[in-house]
């Protein structure tokens, strides 16, 4: 998070997450516990397990200062995260 100052995040997932369930619950801990800023996460996805996984680790992510939504195209990812 230091070396990218920006709030505004932008991850490409087409090719799968390759995390476990309590992975997910860890990395979104650390995530959390280093974040001071507001941060807005776009996250694009086209396979259905990937999908689910994102919104695992939104769901264990969730606070004051972090919003994320899933997307299918980089196209939508990229108007949420300039709107």
């Given at each position: 998070m230091k070396s990218n100052p920006s709030r505004l995040r932008l991850c490409h997932l087409?090719?799968?997450?390759?995390?476990?369930?309590?992975?997910?619950?860890?990395?979104?801990?650390?995530?959390?516990s280093k974040s001071t800023t507001e941060i807005r996460l776009a996250v694009v996805t086209t396979e259905d397990l990937s999908y689910g996984l994102t919104r695992m680790f939104?769901?264990?992510?969730?606070?004051?200062?972090?919003?994320?939504?899933?997307?299918?195209?980089?196209s939508e990812a990229t108007a949420w995260l300039k709107g």
């Open positions: 087409e090719e799968g997450w390759n995390l476990s369930p309590s992975q997910i619950q860890e990395f979104a801990s650390y995530t959390k939104q769901a264990y992510r969730e606070g004051d200062n972090f919003s994320q939504q899933n997307f299918t195209t980089e």
